[in-house]
């Protein structure tokens, strides 16, 4: 289930079950968005992203639904494995923009 | 794929004392580099947009005079913290888009700034 730390909201998850990760953005005229993963001490490594154009994009293991009614974005982790363990973010863009704005990440847990 | 190199991974430094952290993309041109500051348990805040021959565009809150932004070429940007003070350890991470894509973001390693 999901906890809420001193910073970061933690989702424990045994292995081999799926992970739904979610991110609410505020700015409505956002039209990228992006979802990365970073492991202690390293940059954020890219994992997926979709365009305000659509609702779903699969990649492998990982989907990635934006829902604009809501402006809520989520990454679901298939079969998800000790190496998932992460910090995930999600990043979102303002149309003709050009910087990233980042969400406040979650820490993602796998337990054996 | 696209690859951006950063240096130094970790730097230890004197209060008062200034350091420059490098932000290299290796195979890919790039007209825009973003630095980004991270305190533990924390996102990714903006620091500033690193524009090839002009002038970088700093945040709100971010003093120009202390971080200081050149980026002399299509491949390479840099950030120099100057006077730096203990409050300004943290993780320093660059981020580079090629030119003329509009997609695509690629994130350094960052650095491990300690001040002491």
């Known amino acids: 289930g999901e906890s809420v730390g001193l910073h970061l909201p933690t989702l424990s998850v045994q292995e081999g079950d799926n992970s739904i990760i979610n991110c609410a953005y505020s700015?409505?005229?956002?039209?990228?968005f992006i979802w990365y993963k970073q492991e202690s001490g390293k940059g954020p490594q890219f994992i997926i992203d979709i365009r305000s154009n659509m609702d779903k994009r699969q990649g492998q293991r990982v989907t990635v639904l934006l829902n604009k009614t809501v402006k809520h974005l989520s990454l679901q982790i298939a079969a998800t494995q000790p190496g998932d363990s992460a910090v995930y973010f999600c990043?979102?863009?303002?149309?003709?923009?050009?910087?990233?704005?980042f969400g406040g990440g979650t820490r993602v847990l796998v337990k054996p | 794929g696209a690859v951006v190199s950063q240096h130094p991974s970790r730097v230890i430094c004197k209060s008062g004392t200034s350091v420059k952290i490098e932000c290299r993309s290796l195979?890919?041109?790039?007209?825009?580099m973003f630095w980004y500051r991270q305190f533990p348990k924390q996102s990714l805040m903006l620091m500033a947009t690193s524009n090839e021959g002009s002038k970088a565009t700093y945040e709100q809150g971010v003093e120009k005079d202390k971080f200081l932004i050149n980026h002399a070429s299509l491949t390479l940007s840099t950030l120099t913290v100057t006077s730096a003070h203990p409050e300004d350890s943290s993780f320093y991470i660059c981020?580079?888009?090629?030119?003329?894509?509009?997609?695509?973001?690629?994130f350094g390693s960052g650095t491990r700034l300690t001040v002491v």
């Open positions: 981020s580079a888009r090629a030119t003329g894509k509009t997609y695509g973001y690629t």
């Open positions: 990043a979102e863009r303002e149309a003709a923009g050009n910087k990233l704005t």
């Open positions: 700015n409505s005229a956002s039209d990228y």
């Open positions: 195979d890919f041109q790039a007209t825009t």
